[in-house]
């Protein structure tokens, strides 16, 4: 079984920053590709920001040039840098293991001022 645990969620204005932080309990190397998600009230969950094993990227237009996703296999982490946050950006954010029905639990990011 694998776990994720998601951190670094909290409330910000708009224009801050956050960095959120995905803890993976299994080598981060072996795995190919992990995804950073949100679910905002009464909205599917969608897809953010994707990385691969080689490191390539792919984000999602809304937060293309503001967030930044990436991985430190030396501590089998994934990385979410958000800056100019907007409230539509408000979410519970999952991390997951793409293409897998591993999730972490979620942590809330509030915009607002």
């Known amino acids: 079984q694998v776990q994720l645990v998601e951190s670094g969620g909290g409330l910000v204005q708009p224009g801050g920053s956050l960095r959120l932080s995905c803890a993976v309990s299994r080598t981060t190397s072996s795995i190919n590709a992990m995804g950073w998600y949100r679910q905002a009230p009464g909205k599917q969950r969608d897809l953010v920001a994707l990385i691969l094993s080689g490191g390539g990227t792919n984000y999602a237009d809304s937060v293309k040039g503001r967030f930044t996703i990436s991985r430190d296999n030396s501590k089998n982490t994934v990385y979410l840098q958000m800056n100019n946050l907007k409230p539509e950006d408000t979410a519970v954010y999952y991390c997951?293991?793409?293409?897998?029905?591993?999730w972490g639990q979620g942590t809330q990011v509030t915009v607002s001022s």
């Open positions: 997951r293991i793409a293409f897998s029905d591993y």
